[in-house]
């Protein structure tokens, strides 16, 4: 420091002195950031099956939707992927919570579980530590991936179940990501008639009128990609 005042004092200008800590380096916002998406990337890859691990949101819609709920999940809103079997929507819902986890959140906890999985828990003794206890951990995760919504025998255990759960993470304006093999609506005849079963007739009018608000429904089109040969 005495060397650069003796040199102020001579007349030299020795240029513009940057204290800051770069990006590779503790105090810079960037290095905290990459930090906190290893961390998210760590507990991404523990909640992802093996088969999912590389995956990428490559969907236009699934993209903007992770890119919302990296900035503010609690206006993000919820994602409905729809669509046949095989074409693509479990992998792009990993690749969105992927993607979510390499933005560095300061805030990453995720869950996902199938729709068969869930029940199988929220039953009696099908979770040690309780049913109660397993909805609300499921309710009120900020992160929630849920596959193959619908899947399960449409009961009225089944419909209060799904509604409790939609229901509070709806209120409380939690990010979800649902996939299902039915449509939300399914189109309609000239009388009205639905043109095949759908979300509504499957889980009821109260679930659907929810996921109807608080999803952007994305429909996935194309051939059953398990069943093509490379």
Same mark, same amino acid.
């Given at each position: ?14 240029? +513009? ?44 819609? %699934? ?5 919302? %709920?990296? #900035? ?11 669509? +046949? ?55 009120? %995760? ?49 009388? !009205?008639?639905?043109? !095949? ?19 952007? #429904? ?9 069943? %093509?040969?490379?």
């Amino acid at each position: 420091m005495a060397g650069v005042q003796q040199r102020q004092a001579e007349g030299i200008d020795p240029g +513009p002195i940057d204290d800051a800590p770069t990006p590779d380096e503790p105090g810079h916002p960037e290095y905290h950031r990459r930090r906190r998406a290893e961390w998210a990337l760590d507990r991404w890859a523990t909640a992802t099956p093996p088969r999912y691990r590389k995956a990428e949101a490559t969907h236009p819609s %699934v993209i903007g939707w992770a890119d919302r %709920v990296a #900035v503010d999940p609690e206006d993000a809103g919820s994602l409905l992927l729809t669509g +046949p079997t095989g074409t693509g929507k479990t992998y792009q819902a990993y690749g969105a919570m992927r993607r979510i986890a390499a933005s560095g959140p300061r805030r990453y906890e995720l869950l996902a579980t199938t729709a068969a999985d869930l029940y199988g828990r929220l039953r009696p003794n099908g979770s040690q530590a309780g049913t109660e206890h397993e909805l609300k951990r499921l309710a009120r %995760v900020p992160l929630l991936l849920l596959d193959d919504l619908g899947s399960a025998k449409a009961t009225e255990w089944v419909e209060e179940v799904t509604y409790r759960l939609i229901n509070e993470r709806y209120n409380a304006c939690l990010p979800t990501l649902f996939t299902s093999n039915f449509p939300a609506r399914a189109n309609r005849d000239e009388r !009205g008639n639905p043109l !095949g079963p759908d979300l509504a007739q499957i889980l009821g009018e109260r679930i659907a009128s929810r996921l109807a608000e608080m999803t952007t #429904v994305v429909p996935m089109e194309g051939v059953d990609r398990r069943r %093509v040969r490379p």
